[in-house]
C-alpha cells in the first residue's frame, strides 16, 4: 500500500520533534546491540541537525520522518533518515529515497550512509543499489556510486 506524503524543509522548530522521532525508531535496533540511552539518542540529533540539509516527511499534514543529505567533499552523506513505525512498509520510505537518490545520480555524487548492525532498514538501502564498505561491531557503513542516466 502506497502512502500519499509530502517533503519540505526542516526549521529550526523540528528539532524536538524529529529528535523524539529517532529515539522511538532506533530504540528497538539500539536495544538489541545495548546501546540504548534516550537522552543521548536524542542529543547527537540536536548536535548533528542543519536545517539546510534536512526535510521532514509529512503524511496527511503530520510528521510521518526526516532525511537528511549532508554535502561532503566527495559526495553526500544520507543521514537522519527515519519513519514513523506505522509509515513503515508503505512506500514512503522507498519513494523519498529514490528522489534524492535521483537528485545525487543527475549531479554525478555518491552518496554514503551508515546503519546500525542488523536494522531492517538495511534492505532498503541494498534494493536502492548500496553496497557495503565497512563495518564494525554497531554500524554498517555503504555506498551508492551514482548511476548514470542512461542506465536508468
Do not use: K
Not at 499534514?61 to 532525511?67: H, I, K, N, T, Y
Amino acid at each position: 500500500m502506497t502512502t500519499t506524503w509530502t517533503l519540505r524543509p526542516a526549521t529550526a522548530a523540528d528539532v524536538e520533534p524529529i529528535a523524539e522521532l529517532r529515539a522511538e525508531v532506533m530504540r528497538p535496533d539500539l536495544e538489541r546491540l545495548g546501546r540504548y540511552d534516550g537522552a543521548r539518542v536524542r542529543q547527537r540529533f540536536r548536535d548533528g541537525f542543519v536545517a539546510a540539509h534536512t526535510w521532514v516527511i509529512e503524511v496527511e499534514g503530520r510528521l510521518a520522518g526526516s532525511v537528511a543529505l549532508r554535502p561532503a567533499e566527495d559526495g553526500h552523506w544520507l543521514e537522519h533518515f527515519y519513519l514513523a513505525a506505522g509509515q513503515q512498509g508503505r512506500g514512503v520510505g522507498g519513494a523519498v529515497l529514490r528522489g534524492l537518490l535521483a537528485d545525487c545520480d543527475r549531479a554525478g555524487r555518491p552518496v554514503r550512509l551508515n546503519v546500525l548492525q542488523g536494522s531492517p532498514a538495511r534492505r532498503l538501502y541494498e534494493r536502492h543499489g548500496f553496497a557495503l564498505t565497512s563495518e564494525d561491531p554497531v554500524d554498517v557503513f555503504m555506498l551508492r556510486a551514482p548511476v548514470s542516466p542512461a542506465a536508468l
